[in-house]
């Protein structure tokens, strides 16, 4: 078993981490250049073992995930950049044994790829959006460490009215998946 010291646990904002109980967390600010240059500072001063992404995120109302419903995330893709994957990335996917288990922590999760862009509706064929997953996994990946984003949902995409959202629901789900997360993926880490 991994020592959860040698987790870190990353979130846009204070209200999607949860208390740290034995892990490292570390916030990196919304969008997804911040979140770039905050987990990379946070990865060279920790030297973490793992990266566990945690936030909220819209979905695709058609999608029907309701408010405070997980979303594993299979891969992260960046949809703002249009160029030719050859020049700069666009994917980044957890290790398949990472991925399995945050499927064993959180059973009732969807799994599926969510987008990342800078815009709120920035994203076209994804059907989950957040601002800085593709970031963080991508900084993580430069440094040779895994990396898994975990997203709860607040909003439809198409909603543009925030007094709509449900940020309660989807703080409370996340922060409560969290210790569940940590906890399997340490047990498993090798």
Not at 22 to 29: D, E, K, M, T, V
Not at 52 to 73: C, E, N, S, T, Y
Not at 90 to 113: C, I
Request: charged fraction near 20%; hydrophobic fraction near 55%; proline fraction near 6%.
């Amino acid at each position: 078993m991994l020592d959860p010291a040698r987790l870190l646990v990353v979130a846009a904002t204070p209200r999607e981490l949860a208390p740290a109980a034995g892990w490292r967390s570390a916030l990196c600010g919304v969008g997804p250049v911040e979140a770039a240059v905050a987990t990379a500072r946070a990865i060279a001063e920790h030297r973490p073992a793992v990266v566990l992404h945690v936030g909220i995120a819209g979905a695709r109302a058609a999608r029907g995930l309701a408010p405070g419903a997980l979303v594993i995330g299979t891969a992260a893709r960046y949809c703002d950049l249009a160029v030719p994957e050859q020049w700069a990335p666009r994917r980044v996917e957890p290790a398949g044994w990472l991925l399995e288990a945050a499927r064993r922590a959180l059973p009732g999760a969807a799994a599926m790829e969510i987008g990342t862009s800078a815009r709120v509706g920035g994203t076209h064929d994804v059907d989950v959006e957040a601002m800085e997953g593709f970031a963080v996994l991508r900084a993580a990946a430069a440094a040779g460490i895994p990396a898994i984003e975990v997203r709860a949902i607040s909003n439809a995409i198409e909603e543009a009215d925030r007094a709509h959202w449900h940020f309660d629901a989807a703080f409370a789900a996340i922060t409560a998946a969290t210790p569940r997360l940590v906890e399997e993926v340490a047990r498993c880490a090798s």
